[in-house]
């Protein structure tokens, strides 16, 4: 069951990064063109998933806010455990006044609501790269206790005595340890980064005009879900598909590393 689901996600994810690069490819309208002839049109021939009632082809809409909220999970999945890993370790092998206020930053980090909080903040900094700064808390404090106790580890002892300075022990000696928590952690992060910026571009502050993502396809189609459903599914089945591949490639790299790690 764990390597199925690991299997799953994997490939899930692989399909959908493929299909939004390659997808665009085998359609014959772009997703910036508009087909005058063909206004809030069902599926056909000519355009495989409708068109909007600007006459957008539905089908490359889709597949371009899947490119760019696929692309925007990812980077900022990798930026959220990264920070985590950096804080955590600093704050765990340093301690002391520094470990103290790396944590008190994370305390309030915590404290705040991280969706109004972010689109509080996304306006003045237009980009969704923000939403990174409000992933990292909890792995922080993960990273910081196994790095709190492995600095005692002899190994690391033994390399301290030696003279290698904290940068290389951290790097060479500790950050092996947490691979493992750390590739979890990536994993996870890119579905709930995906709905991050999937809420944000819905509510009008995530990727900016002319250009989309899932949650703009969306919103535009959400006033017309029961009515003219083609607007609307598409992109609400993308989204589905990142969340649960993601989740089940997560939750497979868990089962197989966490004992390990």
Known sequence: MTRARLAVGTGGLVSLLVLAYAGPLCARWSWAGVDLSAFRQPPSAGH??????????????????????????????????????VTGTVAGYLGGRTDRSLMFLADVLLVLPPLLAVATVSPALRGVLVLAAFL????ARVVRAMTASLREREFVVAARHLGVRPPAIVVRHIVPHLASLLAVDATLNVSTAVIGETSLSYLGLGVRPPDVSLGTVIADGASSATTFPWLFAPPVAALAAVVVAANLLGEGLRDVLGPAA
């Not at 006459?55 to 692309?71: E, K, M, N, P, Q």
């Not at 990292?136 to 792995?139: E, G, I, Y």
């Open 48 to 85: 495989w998933l409708g068109t909007t009632p600007t006459g957008r082809d539905v089908y490359a809409l889709t597949l371009r806010g899947l490119r760019f909220s696929l692309v925007s999970g990812l980077v900022v999945a990798v930026c959220a455990t990264g920070l985590a890993a």
């Open 136 to 139: 990292w808390m909890v792995t």
